[in-house]
């Protein structure tokens, strides 16, 4: 392509049908206690 | 949807329900800007019509043509088929807890949430008592949840630190017995770490918040002592020895809080980088918007061009072979949290709850003290689960605001604390909060692409 590049694996949709295992951490226990990021968490599915 | 920004020279599209990120030249850009689906003949005739007088007509057909492709691998303008996922929301088992160890603190900070420490229910310690009833609270609602959290928070919980490390002992016992594992975390004003304390940490908790405003002067102005003294002097030195001392595979976080008295906050960063901490997070005061140090409305474009300033401070210390973590700029564009997840957020009242020294549990630290908000307790063993249902259901297509902001995959629908203060409702976006989130995701993306890029070359 000469306009465009792609610079990730584009892959949100498919974690839907796998995902919701729970085992991540709940995002307020990490920095911030006081507003919500979630994308920043790391998934921790068993492989 | 996709959502497209400028920045430091890149023209970025999101493809918000792929999670695709791709950098256009500006011809592209524009296009984007121009189009919606169908992405039909007469769209295409319709916007070559409109930008002929700028770009060939060549040009343009070949851009429209590579938006098609790239619109048929499914990567631009798809679909948000997530809604059938939102409607199986339902109750999770808890496994996450902020223990209220200490409603009691030895700083008398500003801008407190806590109202200086005790919540506005008097001054208290926990008993060991309590602290072991919510752990066995834990173990039994956890349900097949491995990894169970536990943040001592306060107040301040090194006030009631011999506490503390009975509870760690009493967890640790149970591990095996339950077939889970606790992660501890703890989150202090450091004034009275000693050498055992920071050894106990390191050794105990997987994370630790480290609070710290940055510069000293502006550290003081918030974060006094019951006299009005500032805390910097006598807390900058004892963090520098936990971190020295902390194993690099546990997480640390020196955390400041900037006010509207400290909009150049970007030096605070640095300020702590300089410092020796490689890991930081400075965020926005949260709190009534009529006191002096509220951030308001008309701050918002000081605070966004400090984001940016932020951007390249950070960019320069990596170029330099440098590295500083800042909070609010991680992302990972490849594999973060799965879709699920980020339909959720916190999880707060339903998979995290906090509770009291009196043993009241509300769905987050943020909560307590708020008596409609009031769970249950743990000494006459209640929980209301219609109160945890109703937050089971606070997913971002349950939000009004959230389900058509193309930010809503990576702040899940924001804090609902936040909206309950602020709107009056925990499904109703904070607006103020809404444009600081989606500003810092900007740069986040960002730094992604340019290390992304730097990669490649
Ligand atoms: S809370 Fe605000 S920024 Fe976050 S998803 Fe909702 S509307 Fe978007
Ligand atoms: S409601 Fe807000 S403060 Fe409470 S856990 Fe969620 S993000 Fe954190």
Partial sequence: MKHIKTINKANLKKTAAKGGCGNCQASCQSACKTSCTVANQKCEKDA | ?457
């Fill in chain 2, 1 to 457: 949807m996709i959502h497209c920004f400028r920045l430091k020279g890149f023209n970025i599209v999101l493809d918000v329900h792929t999670g695709g990120v791709h950098i256009v030249d500006d011809i592209t850009y524009e296009m984007l800007e121009n189009i919606s689906l169908p992405l039909d003949d007469d769209c295409k005739k319709g916007v070559i019509e409109k930008l002929k007088g700028k770009y060939t007509i060549d040009e343009l057909e070949e851009c429209f043509d590579e938006i098609v492709e790239l619109y048929n691998d499914g990567i631009l303008f798809s679909e948000d088929d997530y809604e059938k996922f939102a409607d199986y929301a339902v109750a999770s088992p808890v496994k996450a807890m902020c223990l209220h160890i200490a409603h009691d603190c030895n700083l008398r900070c500003k801008y407190c949430f806590a109202s200086t420490g005790d919540f506005g229910e008097g001054r208290k310690l926990m008993d060991l008592d309590i602290g072991k009833a919510a752990i066995d609270f834990l173990l039994e609602k956890s349900g097949d949840r491995k990894n169970l959290e536990l943040d001592f928070f306060g107040g301040e919980p090194l006030m009631n630190f011999d506490v503390v490390k009975e509870i760690v002992k009493y967890a640790r016992s149970k591990e095996k017995e339950f077939g889970k594992t606790f992660r501890f975390t703890i989150t202090t004003n450091g004034l009275l770490l000693t050498d055992d304390k920071i050894d106990f940490i390191n050794k105990e908790m997987s994370n630790v918040v480290l609070s710290i405003d940055g510069r000293k002067e502006v550290n003081d102005r918030m974060r006094v002592r019951v006299d009005g003294s500032g805390s910097y002097d006598s807390i900058i030195d004892k963090y520098k020895v936990l971190v020295s001392k902390r194993d690099k595979s546990k997480d640390y976080y020196v955390r400041g809080t900037y006010t509207k008295y400290n909009l150049d906050f970007s030096n605070d960063v640095i300020h702590l980088y300089e410092c020796g901490f490689d890991q930081v997070s400075v965020e926005p005061v949260m709190g009534d918007e009529k006191e002096s140090f509220a951030i308001t409305e008309g701050d918002l474009d000081k605070i966004c061009n400090e984001y940016d300033i932020l951007v390249d401070k950070l960019t320069e210390i990596r170029e330099k072979g440098g590295f500083c973590n800042f909070f609010h700029f991680m992302l990972d564009l490849n594999q973060g949290p799965c879709a699920i997840k980020r339909l959720r957020g916190c999880g707060s009242g339903n998979e995290y709850v906090a509770v009291t020294p009196d043993g009241d549990i509300y769905p987050c630290h943020q909560f307590v003290g708020i008596e409609k908000f009031k769970m249950g307790n743990l000494h006459n063993k209640t929980f209301n689960m219609d109160i945890k249902n109703m937050f089971a259901k606070t997913h971002i297509y349950a939000k009004d605001d959230c389900k058509d902001c193309w930010a809503k995959f990576y702040c899940s629908g924001g804090c609902n604390a936040n909206n309950y203060l602020y709107e009056g409702d925990i499904l109703k976006a904070h607006k103020l909060s809404c444009k600081i989130q989606r500003k810092r995701l900007e740069c986040a993306i960002l730094m992604n692409v340019m290390k992304e890029l730097e990669k490649q070359s």
